[in-house]
C-alpha cells in the first residue's frame, strides 16, 4: 500500500506526460498532496478549482437521477490534459486524484489505465 507522496511520486515517474498531480479532499477544496506544477500551475488553486467541477457534477447527475459513479472527468486544453479521478473504497470517499498530463507526451488509455493501479495501492 502506498501513501499519498509515494502515489504522487508514482503518478508523475510512471505516467508518460505527467507534469503535477494532486490529493483532494472535494469536501473541503483542500489538496492532501501536491507534487509538480510550478509557477505556471498552483495546484492549490487547481485543487479548489476542481473541487467546484466535481460537485457541480455530483450535483448535476442527482438532478438528472443517474445512478452511476464517476470513474473520472477528462479535461482537454490545447496542450494539456486534466484528469480528475474519483476515489473509492479504503476510505477514499470525498477525495480525488488530479493529474496534469502534457498533451504532446501523454497517452490518455494508458494515463488512466495507470492512475486506476496508482488508486487501487493508495492507503489513505
Do not use: P, W
Not at 18 to 32: E, I, N, P, Q
Not at 45 to 65: C, F, H, I, P, Y
Request: charge should be negative.
Amino acid at each position: 500500500m502506498a501513501n499519498t507522496e509515494t502515489a504522487l511520486k508514482e503518478c508523475l515517474s510512471s505516467i508518460d506526460g505527467a507534469t503535477a498531480a494532486a490529493l483532494v479532499d472535494y469536501t473541503s477544496g483542500m489538496a492532501l498532496g501536491t507534487l509538480g506544477g510550478g509557477k505556471d500551475l498552483n495546484l492549490e488553486v487547481a485543487a479548489a478549482g476542481n473541487t467546484d467541477v466535481v460537485r457541480s457534477k455530483l450535483r448535476t447527475m442527482e438532478l438528472l437521477g443517474l445512478k452511476e459513479e464517476i470513474e473520472d472527468i477528462l479535461i482537454t486544453l490545447n496542450s494539456q490534459y486534466h484528469l480528475i479521478r474519483l476515489l473509492k473504497g479504503r476510505g477514499g470517499n470525498g477525495l480525488f486524484l488530479y493529474l496534469v498530463l502534457d498533451a504532446a507526451r501523454a497517452n490518455l488509455a494508458m494515463a488512466r489505465h495507470q492512475l486506476r493501479r496508482i488508486e487501487n495501492e493508495l492507503e489513505v
